[in-house]
């Protein structure tokens, strides 16, 4: 598995060693996890943006619970 390396000051692995040894794991599983946290987050945003630009540029229908409800037959 290749290996990534990271320079920080002393006070910030001291810290980051106290974070991930709050959260139970080791430094590089927590740098792992908050990593693809963040990822996960702006990939969301991102939907976001694109769904807010589609709903005002007009290219985006939407639906009420009731209309979906009928279309299947449930109501």
Same mark, same amino acid.
């Given at each position: 598995?290749?290996?990534?390396?990271?320079?920080?000051?002393?006070?910030?692995?001291?810290?980051?060693?106290?974070?991930?040894?709050?959260? %139970?794991? %080791?430094?590089?599983?927590?740098? &792992?996890?908050?990593? @693809?946290?963040?990822?996960?987050?702006?990939?969301?945003?991102?939907?976001?943006?694109? @769904?807010? &630009?589609?709903?005002?540029?007009?290219?985006?229908?939407?639906?009420?619970?009731?209309?979906?409800?009928?279309?299947? %037959?449930?109501?």
């Amino acid at each position: 598995m290749p290996i990534i390396t990271l320079r920080v000051s002393q006070q910030d692995k001291e810290l980051i060693e106290k974070a991930a040894k709050f959260e %139970g794991k %080791g430094v590089s599983t927590y740098l &792992k996890d908050i990593f @693809f946290e963040k990822m996960e987050d702006m990939l969301d945003i991102k939907e976001v943006e694109e @769904f807010e &630009k589609d709903l005002e540029n007009g290219t985006l229908s939407t639906c009420s619970h009731d209309e979906i409800c009928k279309d299947l %037959g449930l109501k």
